[in-house]
């Protein structure tokens, strides 16, 4: 079924103001997806600050143009399904991703962080990263780490003197008592 141009124009519309309220997309190729199978995927993505839309190709390039933002003819062919990262884009690259592992009808084609194309290994590498709150805790401990071996360093010098002090403060007294 044809859709009206004024249709389109609407669809351009509603995929230009999501790809500006989002941190970044991830298309999938979702052919052979039965509609509860893209529901699950609904779900999942809406638990990590995500959703999803089957999008028209040529309308996505076109909303990805007025929004100021590249596209590549490889990402968006075929049947496409985009993910629209409202939060943290890891979290559903990560969704995405282990659902793609469970299903083998999807396929991951790349993705947009920022302003930033991403191929489809760019895209499980970013799904495997740790959790936000994770990688805040080990930079933490690697900035913490050289402070802290700075200040034993420091403490077990003044220690070194105190101790050479008190050892002569205490052969002084021995030496005048003898």
Not at 49 to 75: D, F, I, M, W
Not at 135 to 159: E, Y
């Amino acid at each position: 079924m044809a859709l009206s141009k004024q249709r389109k124009q609407e669809l351009v519309e509603t995929y230009t103001e999501l790809l500006q309220r989002s941190q970044g997309v991830v298309w999938v190729n979702n052919k052979g997806l039965s509609v509860s199978e893209i529901s699950a995927l609904r779900h999942r993505l809406r638990e990590a600050e995500g959703v999803c839309r089957v999008t028209k190709n040529r309308l996505t390039r076109l909303a990805l143009q007025e929004a100021g933002l590249p596209a590549t003819e490889e990402t968006l062919s075929g049947p496409t399904l985009a993910s629209f990262a409202f939060g943290e884009i890891p979290p559903v690259a990560k969704a995405i991703s282990d659902f793609a592992k469970e299903n083998d009808t999807i396929e991951i084609k790349g993705g947009l962080m920022g302003t930033q194309l991403l191929s489809a290994q760019e895209v499980k590498t970013l799904a495997n990263l740790p959790p936000l709150p994770e990688l805040r805790a080990k930079l933490l401990g690697l900035l913490n780490s050289p402070a802290r071996g700075i200040a034993g360093t420091l403490s077990s010098s003044v220690r070194q003197v105190v101790s050479v002090v008190h050892a002569f403060a205490n052969a002084d007294t021995s030496e005048a008592s003898a």
